[in-house]
T-cell receptor, first 115, second 112 residues
Framework: AQTVTQSQPEMSVQEAETVTLSCTYD???????LFWYKQPPSRQMILVIR??????QNATENRFSVNFQKAAKSFSLKISDSQLGDAAMYFC????????????FGKGTLLTVNP | DADVTQTPRNRITKTGKRIMLECSQT?????MYWYRQDPGLGLRLIYY???????NKGEISDGYSVSRQAQAKFSLSLESAIPNQTALYFC???????????FGSGTRLTVV
């Protein structure tokens, strides 16, 4: 079964600085999708960014970007110019046919943004 | 209106009671899911349904049951609630899933 590991239970960053959240995954598939979700205190799950494994180019959404290393099975999220509103729990998730077409989540990283 | 609506938003119930959590979606998707979130454990899949006639157990289905009443509706039941079912429950829906899921706002359930 596919597993997703987020090795940092908590991270903190100063406002306007850059922070990187780590995610690794275990799979024997070659075609899959990776996601980062944000869960603010409102508890809503918000899709931040998506990466297709067959695409070499790293996905970017405004201040959010990923470093996708397929061979290393690594998918880190970089948040640039951190804002107070970025404070949230962040979940990495994996999807493929090998996971029976279901999202598998990591345990999450709680990000604190200090003013 | 929200794409995925969960009711109730919060619920406190007693041990041994039967409780139903409801979910409806307006995305027109066939696939629906129930996840449970516990601190430090992330989200774990309870049940999923790829269409009205297809229901499958997830990794933690014991103590739960589901009903897919229509394409848009997917309810989760706890037949006899126990305290370790205290958690945040999410319903989600997807097309094929390659674009990710759309989640409801969650139901916080407390079993006392």
């Amino acid at each position: 079964a596919q597993t997703v590991t987020q090795s940092q239970p908590e991270m903190s960053v100063q406002e306007a600085e850059t922070v990187t959240l780590s995610c690794t995954y275990d799979t024997s598939e070659s075609d899959y999708y990776l996601f980062w979700y944000k869960q603010p205190p409102s508890r809503q799950m918000i899709l931040v960014i998506r990466q297709e494994a067959y695409k070499q180019q790293n996905a970017t959404e405004n201040r959010f970007s990923v470093n996708f290393q397929k061979a290393a099975k690594s998918f880190s999220l970089k948040i640039s110019d951190s804002q107070l509103g970025d404070a949230a729990m962040y979940f990495c998730a994996y999807y493929s046919g090998g996971s029976n077409y279901k999202l598998t989540f990591g345990k999450g990283t709680l990000l604190t943004v200090n003013p | 209106d929200a794409d995925v609506t969960q009711t109730p938003r919060n619920r406190i119930t007693k041990t041994g009671k039967r409780i139903m959590l409801e979910c409806s979606q307006t995305k027109g998707h066939d696939r629906m899911y129930w996840y449970r979130q516990d601190p430090g454990l992330g989200l774990r899949l309870i049940y999923y349904s790829f269409d009205v006639k297809d229901i499958n157990k997830g990794e933690i289905s014991d103590g739960y049951s589901v009903s897919r009443q229509a394409q848009a509706k997917f309810s989760l039941s706890l037949e006899s609630a126990i305290p370790n079912q205290t958690a945040l429950y999410f319903c989600a829906t997807s097309d094929f899933g390659t674009d990710g899921y759309t989640f409801g706002s969650g139901t916080r359930l407390t079993v006392v």
